[in-house]
């Protein structure tokens, strides 16, 4: 069975920082691009970022550009998304999801990709 655990997320001020963490169990993620997404109240899931099995492509949706940082440690089964600067528009829960083909440097930018997911990790930017 594959889970993945989401943690990491919480409130915080606009302009700080936070570092959230998907565990992945049932499933050897090394073979396997990554990604996270993201759903605020009323607005339709969005890609955030994506990683490719060994960590050699990443893409982020525009609105995250520069500011966060998708990463991965597959001796972990664990991946990371950095959130720097952060704005009140990134508020919303956050899913980490395994995409569904193995071993393509393709960075995947829509659900269907996927099909693994976590529960998600809230995430509050106050203003």
């Known amino acids: 069975q594959v889970q993945l655990v989401e943690s990491g997320g919480g409130l915080v001020q606009a302009g700080g920082s936070l570092r959230l963490s998907c565990a992945v169990s049932?499933?050897?993620?090394?073979?396997?691009?990554m990604g996270w997404f993201r759903q605020a109240p009323g607005k339709e899931r969005e890609f955030v970022a994506g990683i490719s099995y060994n960590g050699g492509s990443t893409a982020y949706g525009d609105s995250v550009k520069g500011r966060f940082t998708i990463s991965r440690d597959n001796a972990k089964n664990t991946v990371y998304l950095r959130m720097n600067s952060l704005k009140p528009e990134d508020t919303g829960v956050y899913y980490c999801?395994?995409?569904?083909?193995?071993?393509?440097?393709?960075?995947?930018?829509?659900?269907?990709?996927?099909?693994?997911w976590g529960q998600g990790t809230q995430v509050t930017v106050s203003s």
């Open positions: 999801a395994t995409d569904r083909a193995a071993l393509t440097i393709l960075v995947h930018r829509t659900a269907g990709w996927y099909d693994y």
């Open positions: 049932g499933r050897t993620i090394s073979v396997y691009g």
